[in-house]
């Protein structure tokens, strides 16, 4: 065994680098500390090994190893029902819920970074092991670190919208955001609120593409999630007519938000709007459809 | 909420004009309309739904 010691470690220590590397908790406070940390942790910890420990079996001719992977890769998809459930627990705690969508695409991106860590391990034995060099070990476990963090950043909200403020404005029961009607309000109290604190948005999609991803309710509930994440949410669990919503006009494609924050703050909401993740689920591009392509760009 | 709720369900009806609404809905008659934009705010609490103005004699309250 001894020639496959430092290979061996090299993979587990980056390995376990690369997964730490990847887990990172912003303002949206997830995966939680201390627990959720060590949870992850613990669990990119056995990928990398996993991942590394394959390779001498396979040196070895221990062919069966191979199947060593298929029951990490099982166990990793329990990692992504794990996540689910907890995320879809607590969504039914929250002012305003992530939304379905939103949950699946953190439990796969956990998922998925597991098996970066297993990729990253064994990538980086069997390096090591052929080469026997243990620095052009170290430089592919860096290289594919840098790789993988590259390849995780998907796209930001930013980029397929124009996110731009609107004016809030009631005629008669009615709320708009623009020229898109958002709900009809009976309360007047709530009406005076609704003016009062109040902050109306509108995205106008950058393409054909963005207009589908953006009509996704996933997507939108995303949006709002993350807004009230960001700047707090004004209401409370009896008060519907303050929940926050978004609303599409079906000519262009265009979402008005409608949103009663905390911290009444529109560059910060403009911002945090820039941010918001496009979900790997609600991603559409008919444009790349056959039928699409073979008319041409008629329609753009 | 428990997913049993009902969802998009009339809770009751805030009228001044009893003559205009019927059927099996809580059916609440007041005398103005300013009677009611003082209660409605406690029937949206009671009851979980939002208070929707349908013209100037009839509001609904709707859980969404």
Known sequence: MGQYTLPVLLGILFGFVGRVVLLKSDYRHYPTHPHGMIIHLTLGFIAASLGSIAVPAIMEREYTAVTFLAVAAQHFREVRNMERETLT????????????????????????????????????????????????????????????????????????????????RIEGADLYVDDIHIMNVGLEISRELIMKQGLGLILKPKSIDSVVTLSN????QAILHDLAMGLGVYRDDDKPSLVPLTRRDLNDGRIAIFFLPQIKDMEEAIDILQRVPVLENAVRVPTQSDAHLERGSVHE | MSNTTLEKYILAVLTTNPNRVTGGVPIFVFQSKEEIQEKIGMFESILGGMGHQLDHEIYLVVRH
């Open chain 1, 217 to 220: 309710l996933g997507q939108r």
């Open chain 1, 89 to 168: 627990r607590m969504d039914q705690m929250e002012l305003v819920s992530r939304g379905t969508t939103y949950i699946e695409g953190i439990a796969m991106t956990f998922e998925g970074r597991n098996y970066m860590a297993i990729l990253i391990a064994l990538l980086t034995t069997v390096v090591t092991t052929l080469s026997q060099r243990w620095w052009l070990g170290v430089l592919v476990a860096l290289g594919s670190i840098a790789a993988a963090l590259y390849l995780k950043s998907g796209k930001e909200l930013g980029s397929i919208a124009e996110i731009r403020p609107a004016r809030i």
